[in-house]
């Protein structure tokens, strides 16, 4: 899942506690911003968040309508002629972020940014270095910039600029239409199945 689709399982989790819920977001924040955390040093509604994530995660991963979804534009995506690593990466995150789009202007949203409010709870836990990177993050996202994840050409193009520091899994802005009309065209089966995913999921257990 991607920030969202975690934010929807920890209102269902952990109540609407941003701090919760910002540990829920943490990981794929962090990846996105590319920022390192220490995650022995979150503590607390923080810490507890974080792992509910990796809890969500495994039950998500393992859902057959994300792994029959997944499967499916992987295999449209090699009809286009991608490589096999992008066809990979797409395929798995093309899917989370689909799911993100059903969730746009959801409670989940309004949860997501309340959590970038206390953002700096998880201050002490990134390294210093990349400190300054996440503070601009908050700020930028604090500014309150649409969230597009229901548009496929967007998700083109957010995908892109996330795999372009992988070069195995990198794609070219060339390939760009041809990944954002396979998205779009599985836009509509990831919105068909999205609530049932999500329902199972929360139904799940997050020890806290």
């Known amino acids: 899942m991607n ?11 952990g109540g609407d506690d941003p701090a919760f819920v910002l540990g829920a977001v943490l990981p ?3 990846s996105m911003v590319h920022v390192r955390i220490d995650r022995s040093l979150l503590e607390g509604p923080v810490g507890d968040g974080m792992r509910c994530h990796i809890d969500a ?44 789009g059903t969730l746009v202007g959801s409670p989940a ?3 997501y940014r309340r959590a970038l409010d206390v953002g700096e709870l998880a201050l002490h836990a990134i390294a210093e270095p990349d400190r300054g ?4 993050f908050l700020g930028y996202r604090r500014r309150r910039p649409r969230l597009r994840y229901d548009d496929p050409t967007w998700v083109a193009e957010r995908l892109h600029d996330l795999l372009a520091r992988r ?10 239409p041809a990944v954002a009309n396979v998205l779009g065209a599985h836009a509509g089966e990831v919105a068909a199945v999205g609530p049932e ?8 257990r997050c020890p806290r």
């Open 28 to 30: 794929d924040l962090a």
């Open 57 to 100: 995660d495994a039950i998500f991963h393992d859902h057959p309508d994300f792994r029959a979804g997944s499967a499916a534009l992987r295999r449209d995506l090699a009809s286009q002629g991608l490589d096999r690593g992008p066809v990979r990466a797409i395929g798995h995150a093309g899917w989370e972020l689909l799911l993100d």
């Open 197 to 204: 995913v999500l329902a199972t999921v929360t139904d799940g």
């Open 133 to 136: 990177r996440w503070l601009g």
């Open 3 to 13: 920030v969202l689709g975690h934010a929807s399982v920890a209102l269902a989790w």
């Open 109 to 111: 949203e309004a949860a």
């Open 167 to 176: 070069p195995r899994l990198r794609f070219s802005r060339e390939e760009l």
